[in-house]
């Protein structure tokens, strides 16, 4: 079945306690993103990947990091987390040119 | 940048028509797209326009006008399952979408 798979779903951590959220597709995807979705404020993209390699910033990037060192993985590192990265988190990806993302079922993250 | 609005709430009631109107400001235009998410899941895919006009898909339509920077998603015989929110988001010249807050729509009978 082809999708999106993100782990964990659901996480509370404390602040400064380094954390990664994995990120996988098995659809041979070029593009994947990350976005926080917060009430109000709609999905925000972190950062995004065009390749193997090659990564941007989104819109909010500051206190998250990404690598892209194989086509399908596509980790969110959050290396101190704080309370203001509460949120829930949504990787997605989609084919070049194609118009379709497909989402990951979210990773709802708290941090005390 | 981008600037797309849509309203925050709509109600309808059970069998009506709803339309959910997307206005933005682009440098460039790409495309147009609507995604439904129920609440706590993800994103789903519903439509794509990139050229002016209605594209009908069942009981969901979308519209585009790119003179005038506006779309609107038409849900016909609405049913409960349709309460959800409806994310508009466009695409400038680059592969990536901006997405819009979002229209929280509830359908009650």
């Known amino acids: 079945e082809a999708q999106v798979t993100q782990n964990p779903r659901y996480l509370i951590t404390v602040t400064g306690k380094k954390l990664t959220v994995t990120c996988s597709q098995n659809m041979n995807h070029e593009y994947m993103s990350w976005y926080r979705q917060d009430p109000g404020l709609g999905l925000r993209q972190i950062y995004y990947s065009m390749n193997v390699e090659v990564t941007d910033k989104g819109d909010v990037p500051e206190g998250y990091k990404v690598s892209r060192k194989e086509k399908r993985n596509f980790p969110l590192i959050l290396e101190s987390p704080s309370p203001n990265q509460t949120s829930l988190y949504f990787c997605a990806s989609g084919s070049a040119g194609a118009n379709v993302l497909t989402f990951g079922a979210g990773s709802r993250l708290t941090v005390l | 940048g981008q600037n797309i609005d849509q309203p925050t709430e709509m109600t309808a009631t059970e069998g009506a028509i709803v339309q959910i109107n997307c206005t933005y400001q682009?440098?460039?235009?790409?495309?147009l797209f609507w995604y439904q998410q129920h609440a706590g899941e993800a994103p789903t895919f519903l439509s794509y326009n990139v050229l002016d006009g209605l594209e009908e898909k069942g009981r969901f339509s979308s519209f585009l006008s790119r003179s005038k920077g506006y779309s609107y998603l038409l849900l016909k015989e609405l049913q409960m399952k349709d309460s959800a929110s409806y994310l508009c988001?466009?695409?400038?010249?680059?592969?990536?979408?901006?997405f819009g807050r979002g229209t929280s729509l509830i359908v009650h009978p």
């Open positions: 988001a466009v695409r400038e010249w680059s592969y990536i979408p901006t």
């Open positions: 682009t440098s460039g235009f790409n495309g």
